[in-house]
């Protein structure tokens, strides 16, 4: 039995190192040329659209009919926030801080601002190359590397990385988050916990994607905006420490101390790693739910990913950060993470911080759990179209690795998650730079509409007849306007 803890421990630490290696030396410099290429090729589309991401999404819902067989732009946007507002919102800010120091948030927000731009063109060319299934869109970074550079082994490695790494390591990671924060406030044993937590995911996956959207858009506006109220609330009660906390993350983020000691590499390094893990920009995670919506134009969708990059690393996490930065605990301490996060509600609105807390765990976990969910699917449909596959693997992320990850320690979970999410943003930030050139052809295509006064642009296929894509139809067959 000692024999195997001790493989298992010699295999996270080599694990661990690899993917560590991977994130320091390849990833966070590839991730960084990515956002400012695309930044600049795309003349600062995060900065010029701005206004045009919110009337988007504001528009998005008006005009449905049916929405048992369409997944509006919304709805879409409501899953993939509920796996970017995750447990990392609330821990992995707090590790970004002690790590990193406050400083950090400053290279979390650069990392958002810029890499929002990935965001566009993944979920960009993800509507581009989407194929229609019986009931929804569906496609995502295999499709695309599929289709746009007609590559299956490479398609084929970037879904087997998805489906480990979402679909089985992160719903365990967030499955032990949930049972350990309803253990710690009421006392709930984390398999009954974990049992009650696979049943309610089952309930839902089983419903596909448009149970899975329709439950995602009521339950992420109702987490994002009670944490966002509690945090102005907190702020509110502060207001006068504003201008401080700034001067402190600035500070902290160029100071001289830092580059002197060597620091700065740190801070920088860890405030990039942690927004990404958050905010997912370039990881090729949200495409899958992306291509899902049925809009008029692929830059649609793009514009509303691209914002909910700001929406999750700009807004949410920024709330955790100057709650904690406000409550003055200890960054010092030895403390970090959830529990960090936790002393600093505790400072400030009492013995209803921990219980205010897991409620929010449970929400950002859960929402997380089934959005992981449909990422897992949406590649095992493209790996194969056999529905006792699909029933298996529903299985196996929804009641499996959730009881797994209720009962067990999850050291090596987490080392494999990380080396699997590192790995498949390399192979998505390869595709995104061989065919980016897609997203920005519908960017300018877009653009020319809206300057000739045309109000809900209208893409259609024969625009890049050499793809020879499946969906969006000819002139001829376009139907009335959609009024997203």
Known sequence: MGDLFSAEGWLNTTLASVGDAIWTYILIGVLVAGALWFTVRSKGLQFRHLGEMFRVLGRSGIGEKDTKTRISAFQAFSVSMATRVGTGNLA??????????????????????????????????????????????????????????NCKWMAALFAVLIIVNFGMANNSIQANTICSALHGAFGIKPLLAGLALSALTLVIIFGGIHRISNVSSVIVPIMALGYMALALFILCRHIDMIPQVFSLIFKDAFGIREVAGGGIGVTIMTGIRRGLFSNEAGEGSVPNVAATADISH???????????????????????????????????????????????????????????????????????????????????????????????????????????????????????????????????????????????????????????????????????????????????????????
């Open 92 to 149: 992995g800010v707090a590790t970004a801080i002690t790590i990193g120091g406050p400083g950090a948030v400053f290279w979390m927000w650069i990392m958002a601002i810029f890499g929002s731009s990935l965001s566009f063109v993944e979920s960009t060319l993800a509507q581009i190359f989407k194929k229609k299934e019986k009931e929804s869109f569906i496609g995502g970074p295999a499709y695309y590397i599929r289709k746009g550079l």
């Open 298 to 484: 692929p830059v649609k969708q793009g514009f509303i990913q691209a914002l909910g990059v700001f929406v999750d690393t700009l807004v949410v996490c920024s709330c955790t950060a100057f709650i904690i930065l406000f409550s003055g605990v200890d960054l010092g301490s030895g403390v970090s993470g959830i529990k960090l996060t936790q002393a600093a509600l505790f400072n400030e609105i009492g013995r209803t911080g921990p219980v205010f807390i897991t409620i929010a765990v449970f929400l950002f976990a859960f929402s997380t759990i089934i959005g992981n969910y449909y990422y897992m699917e949406a590649n095992v449909r493209y790996l194969t179209q056999k529905r006792g596959v699909l029933f298996v693997f529903r299985l196996l992320s929804g009641c499996v690795f959730v009881l797994f990850g209720a009962a067990a320690s999850l050291d090596l979970v987490w080392t494999v998650g990380d080396l699997c999410m590192a790995l498949q943003t390399l192979v998505n930030l390869v595709a995104l730079f061989l065919l980016g050139r897609y997203a920005l052809r519908a960017l300018r295509d877009y653009n020319e509409q809206k300057r000739r006064g045309i109000a809900n642009p209208v893409f259609t296929r024969d625009q890049m007849p050499e793809l020879n894509l499946e969906c969006w139809e000819t002139p001829a067959e376009v139907p009335a306007p959609r009024n997203e």
